[in-house]
């Protein structure tokens, strides 16, 4: 298996895997995907067997048969899972992109080009956008192997040009990408003698874009929501833990005198002024000081607050507040379309916010 094929099956059955909370086969599936993803092949085939004979049009089974079928060899057999899933569903991205991985193992490389190119005019991904520079390097390739073979035997030295004009139009093949075989080639996909160095910036990284999530109070939701975005091919996911302090109520007072007694007498002045609820404070921080209420609006506290300001006073208002349990967030750097993104979270974490972000 190529390079490309063994990255995107690879990617496509973590794509699945986000999408099998549509097949009804519930943990049967999921079990089976993991089988998969760790190359239990014959394990995971056992328990997909039971799964498609019961439910043979699922969409999300099939295309894991067909990933496996691909995994096994059954290149054929993995190729008509993946087509009928494309004519289908036009929009399932991940039957395009395997029938695209299939297609290049068998050297189909101009059907693989179209299939990934169709796939970016509908939603720019940086997966794709990388694995199509593969392709465009494989494609070099093969026009600089046809290229030296006309050179080599023909011994003209204005054929040598015309081969290597050959070449240039691959090379200009490969860049009208906008550097994905670039990226691909630094990844260790292509011969830097023979591949082009330019242009510099990859469409990969141009896709790239940055999330930010609400508070998870949930630890445990929490390293599934940072997993969510590693499947959905995120370079990275970075968690952030604080804590919060939260307004319990509000307290107005008068600030401590110097003694109980001048305490009390303060406390009887301010009743002489019609003002009522209230008691000096015994103990603590603000022992001595008169207390003129503990409220849980703001509003009423400032309203209390105003009433002793007309009559002279200079009270305080104080919040007490008490910690919450901590909480998370994570900012993740991920590719593609931030619409389709922001869809797929919100049905899969309903309760939390995403949000585009700044990267750093």
Same mark, same amino acid.
């Given at each position: 298996? &190529?390079?490309?094929?063994?990255?995107?099956?690879?990617?496509?059955?973590?794509?699945?895997?986000?999408?099998?909370?549509?097949?009804?086969?519930?943990?049967?599936?999921?079990?089976?995907?993991?089988?998969?993803?760790?190359?239990?092949?014959?394990?995971?085939?056992?328990?997909?067997?039971?799964?498609?004979?019961?439910?043979?049009?699922?969409?999300?089974?099939?295309?894991?048969?067909?990933?496996?079928?691909?995994?096994?060899?059954?290149?054929?057999?993995?190729?008509?899972?993946?087509?009928?899933?494309?004519?289908?569903?036009?929009?399932?991205?991940?039957?395009?992109?395997?029938?695209?991985?299939?297609?290049?193992?068998?050297?189909?490389?101009?059907?693989?080009?179209?299939?990934?190119?169709?796939?970016?005019?509908?939603?720019?991904?940086?997966?794709?956008?990388?694995?199509?520079?593969?392709?465009?390097?494989?494609?070099?390739?093969?026009?600089?192997?046809?290229?030296?073979?006309?050179?080599?035997?023909?011994?003209?030295?204005?054929?040598?040009?015309?081969?290597?004009?050959?070449?240039?139009?691959?090379?200009?093949?490969?860049?009208?990408?906008?550097?994905?075989?670039?990226?691909?080639?630094?990844?260790?996909?292509?011969?830097?003698? &023979?591949?082009?160095?330019?242009?510099?910036?990859?469409?990969?990284?141009?896709?790239?874009?940055?999330?930010?999530?609400?508070?998870?109070?949930?630890?445990?939701?929490? *390293?599934?929501?940072?997993?969510?975005?590693?499947?959905?091919?995120?370079?990275?996911?970075?968690?952030?833990?604080?804590?919060?302090?939260?307004?319990?109520?509000?307290?107005?007072?008068?600030?401590?005198? *110097?003694?109980?007694?001048?305490?009390?007498?303060?406390?009887?002045?301010?009743?002489?002024?019609?003002?009522?609820?209230?008691?000096?404070?015994?103990?603590?921080?603000?022992?001595?000081?008169?207390?003129?209420?503990?409220?849980?609006?703001?509003?009423?506290?400032?309203?209390?607050?105003?009433?002793?300001?007309?009559?002279?006073?200079?009270?305080?208002? *104080?919040?007490?507040?008490?910690?919450?349990?901590?909480?998370?967030?994570?900012?993740?750097?991920?590719?593609?379309?931030?619409?389709?993104?922001?869809?797929?979270?919100?049905?899969?974490?309903?309760?939390?916010?995403?949000?585009?972000?700044?990267?750093?």
């Amino acid at each position: 298996m &190529t390079r490309i094929g063994k990255t995107l099956v690879a990617s496509v059955a973590l794509a699945a895997m986000l999408l099998s909370a549509a097949a009804a086969a519930g943990d049967g599936f999921d079990r089976a995907l993991s089988l998969a993803s760790e190359g239990r092949h014959a394990d995971a085939r056992r328990l997909l067997g039971p799964l498609l004979e019961s439910e043979p049009g699922d969409p999300q089974l099939r295309l894991l048969d067909g990933i496996l079928q691909m995994q096994e060899g059954r290149r054929d057999e993995a190729i008509a899972v993946f087509s009928g899933l494309a004519r289908e569903y036009p929009d399932m991205f991940e039957a395009h992109n395997n029938l695209a991985v299939a297609y290049v193992e068998e050297g189909r490389l101009e059907e693989a080009r179209a299939i990934l190119a169709a796939i970016l005019e509908r939603s720019p991904s940086a997966a794709v956008y990388r694995n199509l520079g593969d392709i465009y390097v494989q494609l070099a390739r093969r026009a600089f192997s046809l290229g030296r073979g006309v050179g080599g035997t023909a011994g003209d030295g204005d054929q040598g040009r015309d081969a290597g004009a050959e070449l240039m139009h691959a090379r200009d093949a490969a860049g009208s990408t906008s550097g994905a075989a670039t990226a691909a080639t630094r990844e260790g996909g292509g011969d830097p003698d &023979t591949l082009p160095a330019e242009p510099q910036r990859s469409v990969a990284a141009l896709a790239e874009f940055c999330v930010a999530t609400g508070e998870f109070s949930d630890m445990a939701a929490v *390293e599934e929501a940072r997993q969510w975005f590693r499947a959905r091919g995120a370079g990275s996911a970075q968690v952030a833990r604080g804590s919060r302090e939260t307004v319990r109520s509000y307290r107005v007072y008068l600030p401590p005198l *110097e003694s109980r007694s001048s305490a009390r007498e303060k406390m009887r002045e301010v009743q002489e002024q019609g003002v009522h609820d209230i008691a000096v404070v015994l103990s603590g921080a603000l022992r001595n000081a008169v207390s003129l209420g503990v409220y849980a609006r703001e509003a009423n506290a400032k309203r209390r607050m105003a009433q002793l300001e007309g009559l002279g006073y200079a009270p305080v208002l *104080e919040p007490n507040t008490r910690e919450v349990a901590a909480y998370a967030t994570i900012e993740a750097r991920v590719g593609g379309s931030y619409d389709s993104l922001s869809d797929a979270w919100a049905s899969r974490f309903p309760d939390q916010t995403v949000r585009q972000v700044d990267c750093d």
